[in-house]
């Protein structure tokens, strides 16, 4: 299977060098020539098979220049039990007849970024290998808060690997920073930055672009690479929790084959929703693809107008994961959905860059209109639904979970569809301690990660536990650097 350039369909690359590039050099993501197509007796195959097996045959299709035997390895490394808190890896938890929850937060740092992260840099390593690269990659990440642990605790000390991470140094919740500057490794490092997530992410964008840097750093032995979801191998892992999703619900008996399921995400960069949209174009019946945004509602207006305007107001959320107003992966579906079209693909992102605004062409909008649902939550909201699921379900869900369960409710009213719908839940309720605490009528008591022990004492869900290790931990990195010292931090790091 080759990997082409959403921008140019001449550009063809095997995986280990798709996952190697992250992003294509003409600036378009890259994505697999062709979906493998699912039956019915692959899906009861998996049925009886563990998380990790039903990842390596999933991920199988898409990457035919891994062996089985590699992806099998990696799977057991990637969601095994010294990783993952539930041998499920990606439980469903069933909330009433018509609605299940697909907890994607067991991993070791409680947000459904670990399902990717805990496989990518695997990929990579053999990637790296099997392309002959002599030089260490060095990741470099701008982080809101999830993905810069996650990121770092699936690449620490993985051989030919180096990660530096940069995240906005009052941009991040308690417990997000606490997790990020105890991380242990060699080969990590992790910097605030004086400013918010915008001039984290500038700054990395400015580094790779410098070319004079980029020749300094190969003489002393380094390329600089992406752990961000617009590498394919971030995007392949996730698709497995969908078609996994599936598998559960048959081998429970709550649903015979062939019947469809919605599906409803909360979504910030498009990544999570767009691997459900691969498992319904392999097969997996799925029905609706509900979006569920915050008050940051780009995505809503796009799917129900087909109109895409980056210019409005930015909202600083209790969700930050989905504060964003540029949603990268959304080039994958436009490709896919234009028939594969890369100059259609080049005319929206131009028209992005320069005007801030696109408009797909009326097929792209009829396609959409016909596979997805968008809706968003306000913050008023998002607290009552975790009232509401707290107080009906006796279940704790964060705030990103919320917000998904606003929508697929609003869906339902509007739309009269009852289907079974499962929807994602990313994180943790203990990394949004204070915010959940507030939900459910309690004032939060002391700060950083003593509300982990409130949360828990007033609710008695089970705290995470590397989460409740935190407390005895040593904090390791202290540096805060200015947005202009970023390259300086860097020359530092990989001296
Ligand atoms: C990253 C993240 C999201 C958004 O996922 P996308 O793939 O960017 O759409 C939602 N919730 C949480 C908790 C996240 O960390």
Redesign the pocket.
């Known amino acids: 299977m080759k990997y082409y350039s959403t921008r140019d369909k001449s550009v063809r690359l095997d995986g280990a060098e798709a996952v190697k590039q992250g992003l294509s050099r003409d600036g378009g993501l890259l994505t697999p020539e062709t979906i493998p197509q699912i039956d019915e007796a692959f899906l009861r195959g998996l049925a009886s098979a563990s998380y990790q097996e039903r990842a390596a045959k999933v991920m199988g299709l898409f990457l035919t220049d891994y062996t089985e035997d590699e992806l099998r390895t990696f799977a057991q490394n990637a969601y095994g039990p010294d990783k993952f808190d539930h041998p499920a890896a990606a439980p469903l938890r069933k909330v009433n007849e018509n609605t299940d929850c697909l907890e994607l937060w067991h991993g070791p740092t409680s ?3 670990d399902m990717a992260l805990q496989m990518l840099p695997q990929l990579l390593s053999a990637a790296l290998r099997k392309t002959g690269e002599d030089k260490t990659a060095c990741i470099l990440v701008a982080t809101s ?3 810069g642990k996650a990121a770092m605790e699936g690449f620490a000390d993985v051989p030919q690997t180096k990660i530096m991470v940069f995240y906005p140094k009052d941009g991040v919740s308690a417990v997000q920073e606490a997790q990020m500057v105890t991380q242990e490794g060699q080969n990590v490092g992790v910097c605030a930055v004086r400013g918010n997530f915008d001039d984290a992410q500038a700054g990395v964008k400015r580094i790779f672009s410098d070319v004079e840097l980029r020749e300094v750093l190969a003489d002393r032995g380094y390329f600089l690479s992406s752990a961000n ?1 617009i590498n394919w191998g971030r995007i392949l892992p996730q698709v497995v929790y969908y078609v996994s999703a599936y598998c559960d619900l048959l081998r429970d008996g709550r649903l015979q084959y062939g019947k469809k399921i919605n599906v409803c ?9 767009l691997a459900a949209y691969y498992a319904k174009r392999m097969g997996v019946p799925l029905g609706r693809l509900i979006c569920a945004s915050n008050k940051n509602d780009v995505l809503t207006h796009f799917l129900g107008t087909g109109s895409y305007v980056r210019n409005r107001p930015f909202y600083t959320t209790m ?1 930050p ?2 504060d ?1 107003l540029v ?1 990268s ?1 959304l080039e994958r579906l436009i490709f896919d959905l234009s028939g594969e079209d890369d100059a259609e693909v080049r005319r929206c992102m131009e028209l992005l860059n320069k005007a801030g605004e696109y408009e797909v062409s009326p097929a792209v909008k009829a396609a959409l209109k016909d596979l997805f649902w968008g809706g968003s939550c306000g913050e008023a909201e998002t607290s009552a639904t975790i009232a509401r699921y707290y107080k009906d379900y006796g279940y704790l869900i ?1 705030t ?1 979970t919320a917000v998904a369960a606003n929508v697929m409710e609003q869906y339902r009213q509007e739309s009269g569809d009852q289907t079974l719908t499962v929807f994602a839940s ?2 943790s309720p203990y990394k949004f301690c204070d915010h959940v605490l507030r939900a459910i009528g309690e004032t939060p008591r002391g700060c950083g990660t003593d509300l982990l022990d409130q949360l828990h004492t007033v609710t008695g869900a089970t705290i995470p536990s590397r989460l409740a290790a935190l407390k005895g931990k040593t904090r390791r990195f202290d540096q805060t650097a200015e947005k202009a010292e970023m390259e300086r931090v860097v020359q530092a790091f990989l001296q």
């Open positions: 947000a459904f970024k808060g999830d993905t979801s995400v909360p979504t910030g960069n498009f990544g999570n929703i969700s994961s989905m964003i949603s992966n964060d990103h990313t994180a």
